[in-house]
Nanobody, 124 residues
Framework: VQLVESGGGFVQPGGSLILSCTAS????????IGWFRQAPGKQREAVLC????????YYADSVKGRFTTSREYDKNTVFLQMNSLKSEDTADYYC??????????????????WGKGTLVNVSS
């Protein structure tokens, strides 16, 4: 299982970014996919998780109404659309997968495989 994130960068407050997470050696429609972030000096926190069917979704309160997720099955890629970005969204963003085969929630300790992360820096 290999996950690769991309799309991070610098953006001004109020701006938007799209992160992508591309999987290899497995298909994304089989397992739970999660987006997590970790700011300097803070613990990794869940941002958003989606079940394999898409029927279960979790959004952290801090990103509700601003972040959404989508998939392109033919590209085996999941996207994180981030709008109305705030300085407090600055962090390394990671995608991960829970390979248990069922939706168990959105906690970092449920994730079996991680990407290496991509930095999002929101500043003026």
């Amino acid at each position: 299982v290999q996950l690769v994130e991309s799309g991070g960068g610098f953006v001004q407050p109020g701006g938007s970014l799209i992160l992508s997470c591309t999987a290899s050696r497995f298909t994304l429609d089989v397992f739970v996919i999660g987006w997590f972030r970790q700011a300097p000096g803070k613990q990794r926190e869940a941002v958003l998780c989606i079940s394999s069917s898409g029927s279960n979704k979790y959004y952290a309160d801090s990103v509700k109404g601003r972040f959404t997720t989508s998939r392109e099955y033919d590209k085996n890629t999941v996207f994180l659309q981030m709008n109305s970005l705030k300085s407090e969204d600055t962090a390394d963003y990671y995608c991960g997968t829970d390979t248990s085969g069922r939706y168990r929630g959105c906690e970092w300790y449920l994730i079996d495989y991680w990407g290496k992360g991509t930095l999002v820096n929101v500043s003026s």
